[in-house]
């Protein structure tokens, strides 16, 4: 008996007996406020659980070999897609005019609904076709090209894009561009044009509208999470043009799932630069993006969380919410036996 008795004295959670007992509204009210309480944290702490996160790991970037895939989505309203071209120049000495390769442009109208798809392409080298019915300065213009030595072809293209010009079409460059995996920048600009027929379309560097909206630019696929700085980006401009520069550091970065399937790719930060025209300016508008990548590789891997770790959670929630719903119901019946006590004593006198 002894032994039982000593086993009964640890016991932490001492029963009374049924008649000792006292159920008030009040407890009730407490306890199913309680139970709500506790089951709602319940289900927080299961969503939780079965979340996975993140680790972020860093490391030196030891990749040599690879390409570095652009994807590119930006729209320029103000500029026809006869007179844009892509280039693209790295520090290993290669530099590419009017890019065309997994690189299309749509043609937009002053609205900019879609009138038109094609490659990009340089403008007196390939023919395009485009509605017109401009007969405004026809014999002055004739002239000019005439005096320059155009043929007949290129004649009859830059009146076509003078006439877009006229009529506000834009046009939406996008498509993939594969670069070297070294420093370097690409440009869209009117630089696939020659200068003479250039000057004939905008009469001046000054008349280029390099105006932009950025709906993608990302170095890589996009991974849960990722944010790329430039995406939404929108520089209208309305008297005067310029070049824009927009400085990028590309981080190299391996996302790795919980399925153990890796996704290579990159993020990125971002910097702008916008310089106006003047007068005395040689060179003519256009948007650069100039790029670098970071030495260091940024690995994320996704993981599950502990077991352990969620019971634990879980006992202390639902441990401290029976506790607190305890102390609520004790005050709450102190009170009340406070309140109704005098009002007894005053009844029986």
């Known amino acids: 008996m002894g032994v039982k008795q000593a086993i009964k004295s640890l016991d932490a959670f001492p029963r009374a007996e049924e008649h ?25 702490e299961l969503t939780y659980y079965f979340h996975t996160y993140t680790v972020h790991q860093m490391s030196v970037d030891l990749t040599r070999g690879q390409t570095l895939p652009i994807h590119i989505n930006v729209t320029f309203p103000s500029l026809p897609c006869d007179v844009l071209s892509v280039d693209a120049i790295d520090m290993s000495g290669k530099h590419e005019v009017d890019l065309d390769t997994n690189i299309w442009k749509l043609r937009l109208n002053s609205h900019g609904q879609i009138i038109g798809t094609e490659y990009l392409s340089d403008l007196v ?18 002239q000019k090209l005439h005096s320059h030595g155009f043929d007949e072809e290129a004649e009859n293209m830059i009146k076509k894009v003078k006439q877009a010009v006229t009529n506000g079409e834009g046009c939406r460059v996008y498509g993939i561009l594969d670069v070297q995996r070294v420093a370097g920048n690409f440009h869209i600009s009117v630089h696939g044009l020659n200068i003479l027929v250039a000057q004939m379309i905008f009469e001046g560097a000054k008349h280029v509208n390099v105006s932009h909206i950025i709906h993608d630019l990302s170095f890589g696929p996009k991974y849960p999470g990722i944010h790329n700085p430039l995406d939404g980006t929108e520089r209208i401009l309305h008297e005067s043009s310029g070049i824009f520069k927009y400085y990028i550091k590309i981080v190299p970065t391996e996302y790795r799932y919980i399925s153990k399937e890796v996704l290579p790719t990159n993020q990125f930060s971002v910097t702008e630069y916008f310089s106006p025209m003047n007068d005395l300016d040689r060179s003519w508008p256009a948007v650069y993006f100039l790029y670098d990548l970071s030495p260091i590789t940024v690995t994320i891997k996704e993981e599950n969380r502990s077991f352990l770790h969620f019971i634990t959670r879980l006992c202390a929630v639902l441990g401290g919410t029976f506790a607190v719903t305890g102390m609520l119901d004790r005050w709450m019946f102190r009170i009340m036996e406070a309140v109704t006590k005098p009002n007894a004593r005053s009844v029986v006198r």
Do not use: C, N, Y
């Open 20 to 44: 000792l007992l006292q159920k008030t509204r009040s407890g009730a009210f407490v306890s199913v406020i309680g139970l709500v309480i506790m089951a709602t944290l319940f289900l927080h």
């Open 125 to 142: 080298e390939k023919e395009h076709t485009h509605d017109h019915d401009d007969k405004e300065h026809h014999h002055d213009l004739e």
